[in-house]
Antibody, heavy 123, light 107 residues
Framework: EVQLLESGGGLVQPGGSLRLSCAAS????????MNWVRQAPGKGLEWVSA????????SYADSGKGRFTISRDNSKNTLYLQMNSLRAEDTAVYYC????????????????WGQGTMVTVSS | EIVMTQSPATLSVSPGERATLSCRAS??????LAWYQQKPGQAPRLLID???TRATGFPARFSGSGSGTEFTLTISSLQSEDFAVYYC?????????FGGGTKVEIK
């Protein structure tokens, strides 16, 4: 069974840092680009970042550019999101998501989502 | 950035009735359009890929259509388990963008 399990969320003060993890299982992790998507409380979905299967290509939404870093450890089947200089508006559930198509970096829907991890930025 | 606009924001439908949800892109996304279903407290779930291909596990009462800038999700006969929020998403260009969602509620 394909599974994605996020962890690392919590309460952090404005300006602080947090690293999210997403443990993957049940599929060939290195073959798939992975993404982070977030959802503020009561709001819609916002794409955050993407990384290719090899880790050599990354993309970011403007909201996180220069503050967030996506990475992956293919030996551990784990995806990461390092978040620095956190702001109140970063408060959200953060989901990791696997592309539906292993051949794609752009051009594929999110086939599988994790259950999410909550990040709260507040003093 | 491609802006995805969904309408209506809320759709009140009786069980057994037909629901039609719309999604418009600010520029062409070809058929690189997905629909997701999200129930309260749950992660989104892929419903439609490639504008019209139903994902595994969803019944035939769900159908998607459209290409370019205009897309439609149709639920032919709403069942109780279909009441949820539905999001469209384009994956044709960076940044990837979602519509604001349509909440399908019981009338």
């Amino acid at each position: 069974e394909v599974q994605l399990l996020e962890s690392g969320g919590g309460l952090v003060q404005p300006g602080g840092s947090l690293r999210l993890s997403c443990a993957a299982s049940g599929f060939a992790f290195t073959s798939y680009a992975m993404n982070w998507v977030r959802q503020a409380p009561g709001k819609g979905l916002e794409w955050v970042s993407a990384i290719s299967g090899s880790g050599g290509t990354t993309s970011y939404a403007d909201s996180g550019k220069g503050r967030f870093t996506i990475s992956r450890d293919n030996s551990k089947n784990t995806l990461y999101l390092q978040m620095n200089s956190l702001r109140a508006e970063d408060t959200a559930v953060y989901y990791c998501a696997k592309l539906a198509d292993s051949r794609r970096y752009l051009g594929s829907a999110f086939g599988i989502w994790g259950q999410g991890t909550m990040v709260t930025v507040s003093s | 950035e491609i802006v995805m606009t969904q309408s209506p924001a809320t759709l009140s439908v009786s069980p057994g009735e037909r629901a039609t949800l719309s999604c418009r892109a600010s520029q062409s996304v070809s058929n690189n359009l997905a629909w997701y279903q999200q129930k309260p407290g749950q992660a989104p779930r892929l419903l439609i890929d490639g504008a019209s291909t139903r994902a595994t596990g969803f019944p035939a009462r769900f159908s998607g259509s459209g290409s370019g800038t205009e897309f439609t999700l149709t639920i032919s006969s709403l069942q109780s388990e279909d009441f949820a929020v539905y999001y469209c998403q384009q994956y044709n260009n960076w940044p990837l963008t979602f519509g604001g969602g349509t909440k399908v509620e019981i009338k």
